[in-house]
Antibody, heavy 123, light 110 residues
Framework: QVQVVESGGGVVQPGRSLRLSCAAS????????MHWVRQAPGKGLEWVAI????????YYADSVKGRFSISRDNSKNTLYLQMNSLRAEDTAIYYC????????????????WGQGTLVTVSS | QSVLTQPPSVSGAPGQRVTISCTGS?????????VQWYQQLPGTAPKVLIY???NRPSGVPDRFSGSKSGASASLAITGLQADDEAVYYC??????????FGIGTKVTVL
């Protein structure tokens, strides 16, 4: 079945780095854009980043621009999020989600979502 | 503060109809961008409930329906059931901020 599975979360000190991974299966990974969305404890959803199907285009939320980097390895059906200069406010569950687009150039939506991986930034 | 405004909570008795509003602006919903709705059951990841304003993915009961008018959208749940207790998020696209979500609305079944 179509699924995405995140990994790589953990506890990290402020200012340090962490890389998240998302393994995709059950669909042609190379033809879909992919997203990262996060949810701080007890809070709502915040979109983090998107990468195009071929990795040529990447966009970020202002809150992470310059610190986070999204990438993908289409040969491994895997999405990544490199997080540098981490701050306490980056503490959240990070979800990987496939981008679904049915009309060319339309933004689309998120489906499916992974189960998420928890990142805690604390000294 | 979210770009899309939702009520923090709504409630209803089993069998009743509840609606959740999602108000945006001329840079997102009002600009013609589609609205999606996601359901997040306790302790789980969000799941798409409505896409493209009023379309249900296969497997989503027809008790759930979406609509959009101008810069606002709504999610209606009819025949409310106990397992509808969840947080519901609206989502759209903003010409400046890109993908945006509402704060989420907690639905309580009385």
């Amino acid at each position: 079945q179509v699924q995405v599975v995140e990994s790589g979360g953990g506890v990290v000190q402020p200012g340090r780095s962490l890389r998240l991974s998302c393994a995709a299966s059950g669909f042609p990974f190379t033809t879909y854009p992919m997203h990262w969305v996060r949810q701080a404890p007890g809070k709502g959803l915040e979109w983090v980043a998107i990468i195009s199907y071929d990795g040529s285009n990447k966009y970020y939320a202002d809150s992470v621009k310059g610190r986070f980097s999204i990438s993908r390895d289409n040969s491994k059906n895997t999405l990544y999020l490199q997080m540098n200069s981490l701050r306490a406010e980056d503490t959240a569950i990070y979800y990987c989600a496939r981008g679904v687009v049915v009309v060319a150039a339309a933004p689309g939506w998120f489906d499916p979502w992974g189960q998420g991986t928890l990142v805690t930034v604390s000294s | 503060q979210s770009v899309l405004t939702q009520p923090p909570s709504v409630s209803g008795a089993p069998g009743q109809r509840v609606t959740i509003s999602c108000t945006g602006s001329s840079s997102n919903i009002g600009a013609g961008y589609d609205v999606q709705w996601y359901q997040q059951l306790p302790g789980t990841a969000p799941k798409v409930l409505i896409y493209g304003n009023n379309n249900r993915p296969s497997g989503v009961p027809d008790r759930f329906s979406g609509s959009k008018s101008g810069a606002s959208a709504s999610l209606a749940i009819t025949g409310l059931q106990a397992d509808d207790e969840a947080v519901y998020y609206c989502q759209s696209y903003d010409s400046s901020l890109r993908y945006v979500f509402g704060i989420g609305t907690k639905v309580t079944v009385l």
